[in-house]
């Protein structure tokens, strides 16, 4: 169809011509290209933000408090050290005069990324002595929280572990004001 030509003007220009068109069909467009970047970006995501069991961890916090109470006077202490590579030794102990009383043959050692379950590290640390038990952790970078605690979950120690750039001996004592 050719444009329509009246008498003393110029012919009409055809509808695509018209800047204001495109204008008035780019809001829309764009809301439609934002809704489907917005939905490709929370499908693809991670998930694991918010954990799937927060109401039994939230029921489980009084017997955590008495297990962090309890390492406390056993005087827990973990250090991790550095060793070849990238990987740490890491050492938990209690005070010598208690270390009778802390009697388990091997610990449930986690170090918990503080946002993507993917980066955790779960390991076992064996007994070498009473009151002292070790395990060879692979190195990572940033935060994690290091939770220890025997099968039997009389005490658990949890702290905040920051590795730094630079190898150096890393000490963390038990403490039951939940600062790290």
Request: net charge neutral.
């Amino acid at each position: 169809m050719s444009p329509t030509k009246l008498p003393g003007r110029a012919p009409a220009k055809p509808w695509y011509r018209h800047p204001w068109v495109w204008a008035l069909i780019a809001v829309p467009g764009s809301s439609i290209l934002f809704g489907i970047v917005m939905i490709t970006a929370s499908v693809s995501g991670p998930t694991d933000l918010v954990r799937d069991d927060y109401y039994k961890a939230g029921l489980a916090i009084n017997q955590d408090l008495s297990g962090v109470r309890r390492a406390e006077d056993l005087g827990v202490v973990a250090t991790l050290t550095p060793r070849t590579g990238s990987a740490w030794l890491l050492v938990v102990e209690t005070r010598a005069e208690l270390a009778r009383e802390a009697t388990a043959e091997r610990l449930e050692v986690q170090f918990q990324h503080p946002t993507l379950a993917a980066r955790d590290v779960t390991l076992t640390a064996d007994a070498v002595a009473p009151g002292r038990w070790a395990a060879t952790v692979p190195g990572f970078e940033g935060t994690r929280m290091l939770t220890a605690r025997p099968a039997t979950g009389d005490w658990v120690l949890r702290r905040e572990v920051r590795l730094p750039e630079e190898p150096a001996t890393v000490r963390l004592e038990a403490r039951g004001d939940g600062a790290s």
